[in-house]
């Protein structure tokens, strides 16, 4: 069975290897374009693509995937799977006719719920107790093709989008070998999406990542631990960028009457307690502007904060 992969970032390469260290026939990789990064303008190569060399599979980059030479590119190699997982970019239905087994989209939610570019991110966010791998039949719709295989895990109660990535990451690669010979064989019961249970999980910008205080403490929490690696969550202390890496919930903290959230309620040696829309929030770990992540403890030796001062840009 010939195989067409394609993706693009860390989560599509746990797929990329369990397929070629399964023996299967991946006939070609699908990637988008290197990009160029950091402020000598380097151009990086994309983590599949990376894999894929490793591999010795042959590697395509097209700018755009609706392109006519890129799927007549595809075509002419007369692929019996397309395996899809974060590639990037929607496939049109004129490139996902052409497999004779279709594509199928390694997704990282229990569809329908949290269809779109971020579902790791935004299960963390939400406060959800459980995620998995969707193993979707792709229609040309955004993540709505017909459900195939799904298995879930939990979701712990210090769990990050970095952690949940790449745990999913992992379970898609094992989910993929393991499913292929039923989907090789035509073994499979195609579950359409209910699509008044379907939720949206947005692309992350970068001002997400600022907290805004009169949220409840313990949304304001979830939303930290949810946008970790990028974009972070950060505030502003005295006019500088303040990064939070790590924060709990404090539910003894007394909050005076008319308080305003981000008010600084107390600091001792090894937190800074602020005050939230509902709730206090301790900070365990920071990084101030320039300098590097640091405990707490460490960042107050260097840096004078007091009960009363604001956090945030009012």
């Known amino acids: 069975m010939k195989i067409i ?56 980059q097209p700018a755009r995937i609706r392109e006519a030479g890129a799927i007549e590119q595809i075509r002419s190699l007369e692929p019996d799977l397309i395996v899809v997982a974060a590639f990037g970019q929607i496939l049109p239905q004129e490139l996902l006719d052409i497999p004779r087994l279709g594509c199928i989209n390694i997704h990282a939610s229990l569809l329908p719920r949290l269809r779109g570019a971020a579902p790791i991110q935004w299960s963390v966010i939400n406060g959800d107790t459980e995620s998995g791998i969707t193993l979707m039949q792709m229609d040309a719709g955004l993540d709505t093709g017909d459900i195939l295989f799904q298995e879930s895990v939990p979701i712990g109660p210090q769990e990050t989008g970095e952690s949940l990535y790449d745990r999913l990451a992992q379970l898609g690669g094992e989910m993929i070998v393991k499913y292929l010979p039923a989907i090789e064989a035509g073994d499979i019961h195609p579950v359409p999406q209910q699509d008044s249970l379907s939720t949206y999980a947005p692309m992350l910008k970068k001002e997400m990542g600022e907290i805004d205080w009169t949220m409840p403490a313990g949304q304001i929490e979830q939303r930290m631990r949810g946008m970790l690696p990028w974009p972070g969550a950060y505030t502003t202390l005295g006019g500088h960028i303040l990064k939070i890496w790590r924060a709990r919930v404090q539910t003894y903290a007394q909050v005076p009457a008319g308080t305003s959230p981000g008010t600084v309620l107390y600091t001792d040696k090894k937190t800074i307690c602020v005050a939230a829309g509902q709730e206090a929030l301790e900070l365990l770990e920071v990084q101030a502007e320039g300098k590097k992540r640091m405990e707490t403890d460490a960042f107050l030796r260097g840096t004078k904060v007091s009960a009363g001062d604001v956090l945030g840009r009012g």
């Open 5 to 60: 992969f394609m993706g693009t970032p860390d989560f599509a390469v746990a797929a990329l290897d369990a397929l070629c260290r399964d023996g299967r026939e991946v006939i070609l990789a699908v990637t988008q374009p290197d990009r160029q990064k950091g402020r000598g303008r380097k151009v990086i190569q994309t983590p599949v693509k990376v894999c894929a060399e490793k591999w010795g599979v042959p590697v395509f």
